[in-house]
């Protein structure tokens, strides 16, 4: 069945000066003249075939049919601007996914996710720990947090942060067999979280391809190689976001002030109808806030004592 409906201007205009009990109030508040306002109520008047107001001494009052009216128009108008609160609020409770690369998972976001719950009480949040882009389109995921060149398509992307990559051991490994020169390194065990790319990047910068550590280990990840570091296992390389907690704590130190730029950075990567829903922007908004609070780089995070200059004439490492 068709809804005729009176125009909405007409209808505001008498909602206001009916709740105000005066012509010149309601053209106060919805800015308009009184004139306008007088006009828009003898048009709705018109529509209606009805008289709605009428004059009782210096005011207006309700007829029999406007009293019938005006709750109606009153409740439509709440429930409207009820709704387009709902919309434009971010939502702070519900259910929201997150797949996270697994090292900045456990040494970046877990230790600030306490943080994240005061201020949003009513956000369950699920953890996934996971570095496959396929979870971008996965239905059960909602927020990916990736590692890689950002070449991912059919979604919404942002950088999130770059990386310096610097060697880190703990205080008990270096104590017992002490590093004083990058030859040093002959002399300790490697681990590595790829293909050996990474340390080869770092050890090019250093005009040390030619150290042979006694032995090395590969893993499956940036986590299980600076948890095997925390152990005395060997050195393993560090990155300004993820090692950045160990460092303060003095569960791993930096032998060396030389850092190298990671080929790859951190995204924060969703499907793009996603992106719109509130809550995921509200945890999308926090990552970018709390990213905010992370040190400067090379600066603070690679305070090595141990000098090297970069090959080939490039500007030397600043110690820390």
Request: charge should be positive; aromatic fraction near 6%; charged fraction near 20%.
């Amino acid at each position: 069945m068709s809804r005729r409906l009176p125009p909405l201007n007409p209808l505001r205009a008498f909602e206001a000066t009916a709740r105000h009990g005066s012509l010149t109030k309601a053209a106060g508040e919805l800015n308009v003249t009184h004139g306008a306002i007088s006009h828009q109520i003898r048009a709705l008047e018109a529509t209606l075939k009805v008289k709605l107001l009428e004059r009782a001494g210096s005011r207006l009052k309700l007829t029999p049919q406007g009293a019938e009216l005006l709750p109606a128009v009153t409740g439509a108008f709440e429930s409207i601007a009820a709704a387009t609160a709902r919309m434009t609020r971010p939502t702070s409770s519900g259910k929201l996914t997150v797949s996270c690369v697994p090292a900045l998972l456990s040494l970046w976001l877990v230790p600030r996710i306490g943080g994240f719950t005061a201020q949003y009480p009513g956000i369950s949040l699920s953890l996934n720990a996971s570095n496959d882009p396929r979870d971008i389109h996965a239905p059960d995921v909602d927020v990916c947090m990736l590692y890689g060149d950002g070449s991912w398509t059919d979604c919404w992307l942002k950088k999130w942060s770059t990386l310096e990559l610097f060697p880190v051991v703990s205080p008990t490994l270096i104590n017992n067999r002490p590093i004083r020169s990058v030859r040093d390194l002959s002399d300790h065990i490697l681990l590595h979280a790829d293909d050996g790319r990474e340390w080869h990047t770092w050890l090019a910068a250093a005009d040390a391809l030619d150290v042979r550590p006694v032995q090395q280990h590969r893993m499956s990840g940036a986590s299980l190689t600076t948890e095997a570091a925390v152990h005395g296992h060997g050195l393993a390389l560090g990155d300004s976001v993820t090692a950045s907690g160990m460092l303060a704590k003095g569960q791993l130190v930096t032998p060396f002030n030389l850092s190298v730029p990671a080929v790859d950075a951190f995204y924060i990567v969703c499907r793009n109808e996603v992106k719109s829903a509130p809550i995921a922007q509200v945890f999308i908004d926090w990552l970018f806030a709390e990213r905010e609070e992370l040190p400067a780089r090379t600066e603070q995070a690679v305070t090595g004592q141990i000098s090297i200059r970069k090959r080939r004439g490039q500007k030397a490492a600043t110690a820390g």
